[in-house]
C-alpha cells in the first residue's frame, strides 16, 4: 500500500513541476491565418467559379470519348 501511495504522489507531482519554457508565440499570429491563407483560397476559388466552362472543356477534351478520326 506504502509502494502505491508513493508512485502515486510521484505521478502527481511530476505534472505540477513545470519547467519554463524558451519559446515565445505572438497572441496575433493566427492573424496571419486569416490575412494571407484564406484570402489566396478565396482567390482560387473565384478563379474556379469564373473558368469553370474552360476547365470543363479542357478535361472533356482530355478525357472525352474520341472517335477515330480517320473513318469519319
Known amino acids: 500500500?506504502?509502494?502505491?501511495?508513493i508512485i502515486?504522489?510521484?505521478f502527481i507531482i511530476s505534472?505540477?513541476?513545470?519547467?519554463s519554457a524558451?519559446?515565445?508565440i505572438d497572441p496575433n499570429t493566427g492573424g496571419i491565418?486569416?490575412?494571407t491563407?484564406?484570402?489566396?483560397?478565396y482567390a482560387m476559388l473565384g478563379a474556379i467559379v469564373v473558368f469553370?466552362?474552360?476547365?470543363?472543356?479542357?478535361?472533356k477534351g482530355l478525357f472525352g470519348n474520341k472517335k477515330d478520326q480517320n473513318n469519319s
Open 1 to 5: 500500500m506504502n509502494f502505491k501511495l
Open 8 to 10: 502515486i504522489s510521484l
Open 22 to 24: 524558451d519559446a515565445y
Open 52 to 59: 469553370w466552362k474552360r476547365i470543363v472543356a479542357f478535361f
Open 15 to 19: 505534472f505540477t513541476i513545470v519547467a
Open 33 to 35: 491565418f486569416f490575412q
Open 37 to 41: 491563407v484564406l484570402p489566396l483560397v
